[in-house]
């Protein structure tokens, strides 16, 4: 069926859609063999301020870093890698204002240390797809740190969502 030409599509991406597929595009840059992350913030007007994934360090050998979740932990992933919202706030090179009362689209949960750089950032809204840790610690820690600073957060509604597919060929 053809679409009249005076009319805008209406098949286009939503805004909640849009910036959270641009952070799962970036968790697909991680080199983690368990768990991608990638986040994207976002200024109150829609504009992308920053991305970010999960990796090893800048300078941090990534074929020589631990990537193991179980073990001794100096043999675990989990004393070296930053995190997709940690990098995703550090790769911002604006103004800091900017940041302030910023959305954080991010593909997991924050933990309660990124949860803490959040805040300090000034962001206000934190948009999750995935909560697989709501029982951990640091996730309970992390929602009583935003609850206390004014923080909101809420899932993705991924009620009637399409899946999409990029093909780069």
Known sequence: MEQDKNKKRNDYLKWDEYFMAIAKLSAMRSKDPSTQVGACIVSSDNRILSIGYNGAPNGFNDDDFPWARDGEELETKYPYVCHGELNAILNYRGNRRELESSTLYVTLFPCNECAKIVIQAGIK?????????????????????????????????????????????
């Open 125 to 169: 809204h934190v948009v999750f797809l995935s909560d697989k840790y709501a029982t951990s610690a640091n996730n309970i820690a992390a929602r009583r740190l935003f609850d206390a600073c004014g923080v909101k957060y809420e899932k993705l509604d991924t009620e009637g969502l399409r899946d999409i597919e990029i093909n780069l060929k």
